[in-house]
């Protein structure tokens, strides 16, 4: 199995940009297809982003299309989530995910390991 840590979360203003990280540790970080998520208070978990097991194929919902890149390095073992124009609707706590799954998936179900969250608040 494998251990995942998020960090880079924080309060920033509309329009500023944040870098989440997520460290993985435990069986081989390049086994696993990575996602994003977010749970915002009184929401459900939503999907953000996801990319394939060597990085290839990154995919988004539509609401951070253009403003989001995923990215991976399977030699830090480390899943990234850039974030740029930042609008108070992304305020929520995100988490990353790994799945079993080598290609991209949308389903929090098919995810199989979570890490513990980093929030992000954005002030308008």
């Known amino acids: 199995q494998v251990q995942l840590v998020e960090s880079g979360g924080g309060l920033v203003q509309a329009g500023d940009s944040l870098r989440l990280s997520c460290a993985a540790s435990g069986r081989t970080f390049s086994s696993y297809a990575m996602g994003w998520f977010r749970q915002a208070p009184g929401k459900e978990r939503e999907f953000v982003a996801a990319i394939n097991w060597i990085g290839s194929i990154p995919f988004y919902a539509d609401s951070v299309k253009g403003r989001f890149t995923i990215s991976r390095d399977n030699a830090k073992n480390t899943l990234y989530l850039q974030m740029n124009s930042l609008k108070p609707e992304d305020t929520a706590v995100y988490y990353c995910?790994?799945?079993?799954?080598?290609?991209?998936?949308?389903?929090?179900?098919?995810?199989?390991?979570w890490g513990q969250g980093t929030q992000v608040t954005v002030s308008s």
């Open positions: 995910a790994a799945s079993n799954l080598l290609g991209v998936t949308t389903t929090p179900r098919e995810y199989d390991y």
